[in-house]
């Protein structure tokens, strides 16, 4: 089995865990306040970023695409339909469910597996190690979204820390 798959797995499954709790706390927030969901979920820092919905979501596709490519499987493709803090809360929840099921038997051998992967839709196909692919691209993009899913909700005056961010 792979260590580093196995211990970033489990790093992104904590922050998965963490966008729940703050999706929660959200959804209180709204709530107290009066306010409805789609001021939030449209909400960016800036108007050239991403928006609140897009940044989970991005979150989400970046941890299911890791786990199924360092386990030799096809990435699933889902639908960015997502259209209330319910729906947002359902995705992760199946992301994590989704990385749960892979077998850790598959990852054995993946750091030093060499992946073919397309860093969008327009760029060319690169081949990398899954342990340069894993460190290189999955975290900091994970982490880029998860932080500014975050940092949105933080601009938008829901009462978060940094506990929150590391469910803790």
């Known amino acids: 089995m792979s260590t580093m798959t196995m211990t970033g797995l489990t790093t992104l499954g904590q922050t998965l865990d963490a966008l729940v709790r703050i999706l929660d706390k959200l ?27 897009r940044q989970i979501q991005i979150a989400c596709d970046f941890a299911k695409g890791a786990a199924a490519r360092m386990a030799g499987q096809e ?8 259209k209330s803090i319910a729906d947002l809360k ?9 990385i749960a099921a892979i077998d850790p038997a598959l990852y054995a051998g993946s750091d030093g597996r060499m992946l073919k992967i397309k860093l969008g839709r327009n760029a060319p196909e690169l081949e ?31 009462e978060l820390g940094k506990g929150d961010f590391l469910n803790r």
């Open 90 to 98: 359902a995705r992760v929840e199946r992301t994590k469910a989704f």
């Open 27 to 53: 959804a209180a927030h709204a709530e107290a306040r009066k306010i409805e969901e789609a001021v939030y979920l449209q909400a960016r820092l800036y108007p050239d970023m991403f928006a609140f919905t």
């Open 75 to 82: 990435v699933p493709g889902w639908a960015d339909e997502e």
């Open 128 to 158: 990398m190690s899954g342990q340069d692919y894993f460190a290189k691209v999955v975290l900091p993009n994970f982490y880029f979204h998860a932080s500014m899913a975050y940092a949105i909700l933080r601009h938008c005056g829901v």
